[in-house]
């Protein structure tokens, strides 16, 4: 009985030092988690309840008072909200399919040597700052003096607005974006479609199955998470979306490019409102994880492990 006792407690030992050795491990780990996500996270949300701002050396307890102002008082947030929904929507769409279309054409040449060429000048613009990007198609899109805008005039043609006009900034905005990032995503699926496995296409043909049958039914489901990663990916990246706009739009014209992180950026460090822009930060905190959220509950039963 002594016996059983004695083992019981050097099993309870042996367990309790193995745990601690795992705590150990990821207390670095946990701590930083905590000091620059968990802890900014919270100090938002309080810094979002006060009114003040950062010159205020008293700041005000006003509740859910910013929440009521821009929701129900502030005109142009509704348009902003507009402008991030429709850029993200815009942006992730277009990533998504260009890049499926230009892997699978790569795909099917890939014995092409000329494929690796057509591969690293696709790459190319994501290794390239966004500072470097925006100045460049700030000069591209010049309604002026633009490359593209000198084209369309030697044709014949009148000059395109792009950035000039409230109906075309925000499209041209998501197409330098396209641009940029559209290469990266491609890599990546690219990857999942050399790791389909070839029996499977083979038995397709045996069944003389269309080739658009084929796609939908073997290729997007074996290919389906990647897509779902670049999707949760890129939305997020879009509604991030601020070096941008600073450098070529400013939110405008007439507030047709105002975006929500842009509106944090200029009510935080122009009119230095420190609680409005937390109220602000927390709104997007929310509506990413909500939206995230989402994308886990509908997209994520479609999505095919093998």
């Known amino acids: 009985m002594a016996d059983i006792v004695e083992q019981k407690k050097t099993y309870r030992t042996l367990r309790f030092r193995e745990n601690l050795k795992g705590y150990v491990l990821i ?15 919270l100090y938002l949300i ?13 700041r005000n307890f006003i509740g859910l008072g910013n929440f009521r102002f821009l929701f129900f008082e502030f005109a142009d947030f509704r348009l902003v909200m507009t402008n991030t929904i429709v850029y993200s929507i815009g942006l992730v769409v277009a990533l998504v399919i260009l890049s499926t279309l230009f892997a699978l054409w790569v795909n099917a040449k ?11 000048a696709a790459f190319t613009p994501h290794i390239i700052s966004l ?57 990546l699926i690219l990857a999942a479609l050399q790791g389909v496995p070839k029996d499977i296409y083979e038995a397709a043909e045996l069944d003389d199955t269309p080739k658009i049958k084929t796609f939908f039914r073997i290729t997007l489901p ?4 990647t897509l779902f990663f670049i999707v949760i990916v890129a939305t997020i990246g879009a509604f991030q979306v601020f070096e941008t706009i600073n450098l070529m739009t400013q939110g405008g014209p007439v507030n047709s490019t105002n975006t929500l992180v842009f509106l944090i950026y200029s009510d935080a460090f122009k009119y230095l409102k420190l609680g409005l822009a937390s109220a602000e930060g927390v709104v997007l905190l929310f509506f990413v994880a909500i939206l995230t959220t989402l994308y886990f509950v509908i997209l994520g039963k479609k999505v095919h492990y093998q």
């Open 27 to 41: 207390a670095p780990a946990i701590f930083l988690l905590t000091a620059f996500t968990i802890y900014p996270i």
């Open 46 to 58: 309080r810094s979002s309840l006060y009114d003040g701002s950062l010159l205020s050396k008293k």
């Open 110 to 120: 890939m014995q092409r040597q000329l494929n690796s060429f057509v591969l690293a």
């Open 131 to 187: 500072v470097s990007v925006s100045m460049v198609f700030l000069w591209l899109l010049d309604p002026q003096i633009g490359a593209i805008n000198t084209i369309i005039r030697s044709l014949g043609f009148q000059p395109f607005p792009f950035l000039a006009s409230s109906k075309t900034a925000l499209a041209s905005l998501v197409m330098m974006m396209v641009w940029k990032g559209f290469g990266y995503y491609s890599l």
């Open 222 to 225: 074996m290919i389906s998470p």
